[in-house]
């Protein structure tokens, strides 16, 4: 099978990491339909907006960003804001467009000799800010690198079924698998930015990342802003149109609207919940959302440590805690209540949830007693400040919780602090998110299988590794849904997470601002953001 779309598409970027399907061989016609099918339906829904209006070159993007990055470096950073920044600087081989479909990045072409064997033809033009021209050899050295141990990358599971990297000129490589592996696709077009050996090696690639992106990075000061400025050589003809981007790091509060409105900033990432009816129809701003791209929001149990390595203790906790009011109350009746690791319209949704019937607080009681706590217990909540929506979640979390007999307590750290803690395993429970989830695989292999780069839960079952394995290894959109139907059953029973909500994005700009949009993968996409006239 090939896929050619062609270089110089227009991209509105949707969809970043997390792979949907690849398309492998068997497995061509469903993938292409299930893509088009998770493409989101962004919308804008403040009146007089000015998608409609032509976009003009120049200008300085001032954008509002929930918090700070941990690293830029893409094959290390774990903080969805890194990524927001990132995906400015680095380029992919394909990416996912607005309708679902594969698009040409810096590859122009991509072909399977077999489940396991796949081609890709390279652009010729593209150069990376430090000067050096985009061949093979970056494509290759980018994947060994995420997959040697001492990179320490997340995404290495995503990446396991790599087998080899051949170059076979300096613009084209053949991918080698393992075995036949259905997110593979998908994956290279949310999680693989490109970069280069020369740059990885001079600097410290954490704080001086060098991409082919449509933006070159120019200076991080250290809790006030992150500036990009346009990069001449970008291979892509007439993006980007902005000359520079300023990242600011601003609370998701009323000093945000303010800004917003004082013309401070020109772009915000999110908005205060609390006033989103309000200020998705102020007539001042442009409002974007969709309904599938978004983030799930989890409780996480530390299932090594007491008491929470008994089922029955996690369980109580599920039948306990009442999903609506959190959504309610924490999230102001935005978002979805949380089922499963995707929204409800996703085509990988099955709608199952065995706690439908909850909150049931006698079968709480009842399995708390199972569990030797007939009189109830005190546990410890890890808490973060700077997203006041989970925060607030182990607020409403706790009283709903002392109608148990359980007394939870709550710790606020900072967010740099919470991470570390969070992934080494010290805390009893917290709730944590996986950003950018479209493909169930990439939430199982990393959040859920055993040893899994974010599986803070410390659980283990070597049957849902089994599944998981199964499920990766199959390129049919039918039999992947069953098995993951399988794998939710088993995380459900055991219970080392409970899904309490589905986040959905809120992009607030001036009327000024086109061209943003919010996509699955949660990619900016700013080389098509523009000033009109």
Known sequence: MTNNPGPGLPRRSFLRRAGLLGLAVAGAGSAGSLLAACAPSASSTAAGGSSGSAPKAGGILKAALTGEPDSLDPAVSSVYTGAQVYDGIFSKLIDIGPNGDLVARLATRWTSQ??????????????????????????????????DPKTASAYAPLYAPIDAVEVVSPTQVTFHLKA??????????????????????????????????????????????????KWDKYFRS???????????????????????????????????????????KDPRFSYETSPVAGIPDFLAMNVAKAPFDKKEVRQAIAWAIDRKAIRQIAYF???????????????????????????DLAKAKQLLADAGYPNGLTIRYLGLPQYPELLKTGEIVAEQLKQVGITMQIEQVDVSVWFDRYSKGDYEISSAYQERTIDPDNFYSLVVKTGGSINAMKYSNPKVDQLIDKAAESTDMETRKGLYSQIRAIV???????????ETLNYLMQKNVTGSTVGSTLELGLEDVAFTG
């Open 238 to 280: 007439g993006r980007p149109y902005l000359d520079e981007v300023d990242f600011r790091f601003l609370l998701v509060d009323q000093s945000r609207v303010d800004a917003l409105s004082a013309g401070e900033i020109n772009w915000a990432d999110a908005v205060p919940l609390q006033q989103l009816p309000t200020l998705s």
């Open 492 to 502: 459900q029973d055991e219970c080392p997470l409970i899904f309490v909500h589905y």
């Open 114 to 147: 077999d489940a396991k064997t796949w081609t890709f033809d390279l652009v010729d033009n593209a150069y990376f800010h430090n000067g050096e021209k985009f061949t093979g050899n970056d494509v290759k050295y980018t994947f060994e690198r995420i997959l």
């Open 333 to 359: 009746g935005s978002g979805e209540v949380g089922v499963q690791e995707i929204a409800s319209g996703s085509p990988w949704f099955d709608g199952v949830d065995p706690y439908a019937a909850g909150p």
């Open 180 to 229: 036949s592996f259905g997110p593979f696709l998908t994956n290279l077009a949310n999680n693989g930015e490109i970069v280069n050996q020369k740059a990885i090696e001079s600097k410290d690639p954490a704080r001086n990342p060098v991409g082919t992106g449509p933006f070159q990075f120019v200076e991080w000061v250290q809790g006030d802003h992150i500036t990009l400025k």
